[in-house]
């Protein structure tokens, strides 16, 4: 199977239309359609039908799609560390998810790793100990681990989460009728008490969710503007007061009562047959740096 032919299946899917994934992918649509001709005559499936003036994906698109994820990502991650093998400067990977690289990685960085060469890349979680595994990242950062056997996990720092919104959004109203910006993904499968991405104990005190968002940001600006509130580690809130103007900062709200502070921890992860990285100490100790504890300010 050609593995150019199933990116651009997946493209199309991914875009929802052929127009569009021609035009991300700098190639005519007469190209992607022909591509798409060349996959299901290879696979002896149906992939696309029509619709409207569009296209619609088949049910065996839609598997086929769901299956072909880690083999494009696993291409991908071979092609990667090929690529790396060729450059004659040595560079650190660093997988972890949005939470961590927007406004934590840079703290980390300017802490310890100012002299390095980084490739960063963000992962869902869950993603990070098998990217780990198949050697497409050196180190990862989580607060959602997935222990597996090959994967060694070391326990940074702890954290405390909170409710933020913009000074006196939400003041003098009751919890239930403050509106909540939330990461558009769950957490499956973890093993820890945890369903929501951003740490909030849903199977145990309900919220009033109005915003799901893919990225933390776009949650931060809609909070930023008084439209929500948000529920992260604390020294992120610090780390983000730190790096916005006055007018934008947020403050600390109070938990619903009767709701337990929730904690978590934050884990620095590397293979165990490389457990002798010599940037995992570094990294771990800016971890305990820059997550330690203070006041938001």
């Not at 310890?112 to 180190?139: C, F, H, N, Q, T």
């Not at 403050?178 to 558009?184: E, L, M, N, R, Y």
């Not at 620095?268 to 971890?287: M, Q």
Request: hydrophobic share 45%; net charge positive.
């Amino acid at each position: 199977m050609d593995i150019n032919r199933l990116k651009a299946f997946r493209a199309i899917v991914e875009s929802g239309s052929m127009r569009r994934a021609a035009e991300l992918l700098h190639r005519t649509p007469g190209a992607l359609s022909k591509a798409v001709a060349q996959l299901e005559e290879e696979l002896g499936r149906e992939l696309f039908v029509p619709s409207g003036r569009g296209i619609a994906v088949t049910d065996e698109g839609m598997r086929l799609y769901d299956a072909s994820e880690p083999v494009v990502r696993a291409f991908e991650g071979m092609m990667a560390g090929l690529d790396m093998a060729r450059r004659p400067e040595p560079v650190l990977r660093i997988g972890s998810f949005e939470l961590f690289t927007t406004y934590c990685l840079g703290a980390v960085i300017e802490a310890a790793l100012k002299d390095v060469p980084l490739a960063v890349s963000e992962w869902r979680v869950g993603e990070i100990e098998a990217a780990l595994a198949g050697g497409e990242i050196d180190l990862g950062i989580t607060f959602v681990p997935y222990p597996r056997a090959e994967i060694e996990l070391v326990r940074a720092a702890p954290l405390t989460f909170g409710i933020y919104a913009r000074k006196g959004a939400f003041h003098g109203r009751p919890f239930a009728e403050v509106p909540f910006a939330i990461p558009a993904r769950t957490v499956r499968g973890a093993p820890l008490p945890l369903l929501g991405l951003d740490g909030w104990p849903d199977d145990k005190v309900p919220r009033t969710v109005r915003y799901r968002f893919a990225l933390l940001e776009s949650g931060l600006e809609m909070a930023r503007r008084g439209f929500c509130a948000v529920f992260m580690p604390d020294f992120i809130a610090r780390l983000h007061n730190r790096a916005v103007i006055p007018a934008c900062r947020l403050e600390r709200i109070p938990l619903p009562g009767g709701m337990a502070p929730v904690k978590h921890a934050v884990f620095a992860a590397t293979r165990k047959s490389d457990a002798n990285n010599p940037f995992l100490p570094r990294i771990v100790g800016a971890l305990r740096k820059v997550c330690a504890a203070e006041g938001v300010r």
